[in-house]
């Protein structure tokens, strides 16, 4: 490679491109913002007192009467296509 060859190639290299910049600018203006918000954020949270976790509520599963038996596969497999499952 001759010497004007690499200062060719050293300089298309070092171009500036201006949609570069622009990327750059517009990036750093986003992740500003947001180390802005999660401060906020996290200020707001630490002034605010815990709140309570709220109580999941369960519903108790459906026992069976000790003689009774469960529907067949198919009759299941039937009821939740029909109840709009698809399975």
Known sequence: MTKDDRH???ARFNKADPGKLER???LKAVTDNMAKLKALRLAHEAAAPPRP??????TP???????EKAPALADWLATQQNG???T
């Not at 599963?61 to 003689?67: I, L, T």
């Open 8 to 10: 060719r190639a050293d």
């Open 24 to 26: 750059d600018a517009a």
């Open 53 to 58: 976790a709220a109580a999941v509520k369960t």
């Open 61 to 67: 599963a459906k026992s069976r009467k000790p003689g």
């Open 84 to 86: 709009g499952r698809r």
